[in-house]
């Protein structure tokens, strides 16, 4: 049986969605409460953290990118938990002009395709009862997404509180929960966004700590009982064709960047994934029919990745033969040379041309959708795919033949194409900037 959920937004970025959604799992979970954590959109880093706080693998939707089934068989990973809280991305409404696969990739999409009502965290710093038309709006917005309530964030004072509960009831939206300004436990950031769950070396504290903020200023037992939910039985396990029989993934620090769903979907279709760290100077398993880069910051460890010549030598004489594959930070690394922040060039495996430099940044960041003029591991030359782009790389050169021919969600050109290079072994090495979450319907 699928538990009902409950959805958590915002009317915009930054507003507390992410500390409230750390809490609440937290919390619950010392409660007792099995609780199956989801992430609206193409984030890789929001559910790292939610695994840390709920103990369960948190699974991405995305209605741009996937359709209705595959939502269905990753909603399915829910079975034999008590309850579902998915937090959304950006605002709630915000998505896509040019709707995709079944959805502009909006949170309210998925709200309104699963029946989660939305608990809404609304940022009350310098406002009272005006806070209330804010919320009226999002309440009526779309009729078939259901407001919960209200959590507000960043309360000033007793008073301050008050004030604009008095709003709220003249609207008729519930107020959940008030929290007091409050910064020691809000999450880090560095680089492209949050530090990473891995990195966070006093994470278990801070999930502690809150916990105990969010039991002491929510009304976690209102949240649970605004649970609900349209799905009641769960579908099979969601299976995507993997890239080989047997996986050689690079998983450390500098490539941390893989959606939970695709290892999931590989591992239902009987794929085995065997991890190897580049930093720690390991190369793939020579017995992989596969090797995948996935994304990261190998820029924030280049020297040690230039270093690495165990990897690097295993990773050469592995594509001699065999297909390897990166994405974004793979790809990067899998280049001629990376230049650094400080304007250092390190030099990476070589096995593609590309070079990239952060000394100046440029922002790289939305869908995106790719007809591969070459196969890549798992997918045919002429597959249909997509997945989106976040990376602040310029490119300094892209030499070898284009992967695939790229649009964002406009259906405007992108000029990442991608590269692809055949080796006369056999063996092909392919790499995109953006991270596939899955094939085009």
């Not at 003249?170 to 769950?197: D, K, N």
């Not at 991890?275 to 017995?287: G, K, Y």
Request: glycine letters at 12%; aromatic letters at 6%.
């Amino acid at each position: 049986m699928i538990p009902p959920g409950i959805l958590i937004s915002a009317p915009s970025s930054g507003t507390g969605k992410t500390t409230l959604m750390l809490g609440l799992l937290a919390a619950l979970r010392a409660q007792g409460v099995n609780v199956q954590p989801f992430k609206s959109g193409p984030d890789y880093i929001d559910p790292a953290f939610h695994a840390a706080a709920s103990g369960r693998a948190s699974f991405n939707l995305d209605s741009w990118s996937m359709d209705r089934a595959r939502i269905d068989g990753l909603a399915g990973n829910a079975a034999g938990a008590d309850l579902i809280l998915a937090e959304g991305s950006m605002g709630l409404f915000d998505g896509v002009a040019v709707p995709g696969a079944c959805g502009n990739g909006a949170s309210a999409d998925i709200a309104a395709l699963m029946g989660w009502p939305v608990v809404l965290v609304l940022d009350v710093s310098g406002a009272a009862q005006s806070v209330a038309a804010t919320a009226l709006g999002f309440k009526m917005m779309r009729p078939d997404v259901t407001l919960a309530g209200v959590v507000l964030n960043r309360v000033a004072s007793p008073r301050h509180d008050a004030l604009v509960r008095v709003g709220m009831a003249q609207v008729g939206v519930p107020v959940l929960g008030s929290l007091p300004r409050r910064t020691e436990i809000e999450m880090p950031e560095r680089h492209l966004g949050l530090v990473q769950a891995g990195e966070q070396e006093n994470l278990p504290q801070l999930l502690a700590e809150a916990a105990a903020f969010v039991a002491e200023h929510v009304d976690i037992a209102a949240i649970r009982a605004a649970a609900a939910g349209t799905m009641t039985d769960a579908p099979p396990p969601a299976k995507i064709p993997p890239p080989g029989g047997r996986i050689a993934l690079a998983q450390d620090n500098a490539f941390a960047f893989v959606y939970p769903h695709l290892l999931a979907g590989w591992r239902a279709a009987g794929a085995e994934i065997v991890p190897f760290s580049p930093l720690a100077d390991e190369a793939p398993d020579v017995s992989a029919d596969v090797c995948w880069l996935p994304g990261g910051y190998p820029e924030l460890h280049a020297g040690k990745l230039a270093a690495a010549a165990r990897f690097r030598a295993g990773l050469h004489a592995f594509a001699q033969t065999k297909p390897v594959h990166g994405e974004c930070g793979g790809y990067m690394a899998m280049g001629a040379g990376i230049i650094d922040k400080e304007g250092v060039r390190h030099e990476m495996a070589g096995l593609l041309g590309l070079e990239t430099s952060f000394a100046k940044r440029k922002m790289h960041l939305g869908y995106r959708k790719a007809d591969l003029n070459a196969a890549i591991p798992g997918h045919d030359a002429r597959a249909r795919l997509r997945g989106h782009e976040f990376h602040y790389a310029t490119i300094l050169t892209e030499p070898d033949a284009p992967l695939a021919h790229i649009t964002d969600s406009n259906d405007l050109d992108v000029p990442e194409t991608g590269s692809v290079r055949k080796f006369e072994g056999g063996g092909r090495a392919t790499g995109t900037f953006f991270h596939m979450i899955a094939e085009a319907p």
